[in-house]
């Protein structure tokens, strides 16, 4: 019998994937972000489930150009050639930074009012275990059963860990459900990312004709 078999996966949720060349960008950052952390946002390191977040308008300042314009770059691959969008289309709205400590974690979130989101590791100590970033699977079906499978896939999992480095860049929709796991550095060690929101700023259908631009 030769029989014709195939899959079509269905409902893609797209994770897209950088890895920086020259981290040095990276660790100039880093410092800038390290060296503004004022006593109160220290005091809350401490006691805020060891995680702080900076301002989100660091994509406005002038300093921090040079980054907003590397980011947008690789958005713009994003946007034009995997999603099919016009660059002009999307623009970034907010960029902010997270300092963890040693037994860091960040709570499930998505990011409401956005299209597209993303995270930069600026500086991510070399340890076992980083504070892995994981996405959950959006389908509440998922939660109605979980069979013994004989090796973890695609369609096993709940939700999937990304192991954050040093120069490491991810773009995800909005929508989309993520925390973080505990991460566990030396005392004075710290995890520092960025991360960023992009909003569509202009659609052609008929209940969502933005034109913000």
């Avoid at 709570?107 to 597209?116: D, W």
């Amino acid at each position: 019998m030769n029989n014709d078999r195939d899959m079509d996966m269905l409902f893609a949720t797209p994770i897209s994937k950088v890895i920086l060349e020259d981290t040095g960008i990276c660790k100039k950052y880093a410092d800038i972000i390290t060296s503004e952390l004022n006593p109160d946002q220290l005091a809350r390191l401490e006691t805020d489930r060891g995680v702080c977040t900076l301002s989100d308008q660091l994509h406005l300042r002038k300093d921090f150009k040079e980054l907003y314009e590397l980011i947008n770059f690789e958005a713009e691959f994003v946007f034009k050639s995997i999603l099919g969008l016009d660059a002009d289309s999307v623009q970034m709205t907010g960029m902010w930074a997270n300092v963890q400590i040693n037994n860091g974690a960040h709570h499930i979130h998505n990011h409401p009012n956005s299209f597209y989101s993303g995270v930069l590791y600026l500086e991510v100590p070399d340890t076992q275990e980083p504070g892995k970033i994981f996405f959950m699977d959006p389908r509440p079906a998922k939660l109605m059963w979980h069979a013994d499978f004989n090796k973890p896939n695609p369609l096993s999992d709940r939700n999937v860990n990304y192991y954050p480095g040093t120069g490491l860049l991810l773009f995800f929709p909005s929508w989309l459900d993520h925390g973080t796991t505990i991460c566990k550095v030396q005392p004075n060690q710290r995890r520092i990312s960025l991360s960023f929101n992009y909003m569509l700023t202009k659609s052609s259908a008929h209940t969502m004709k933005l034109q913000l631009t």
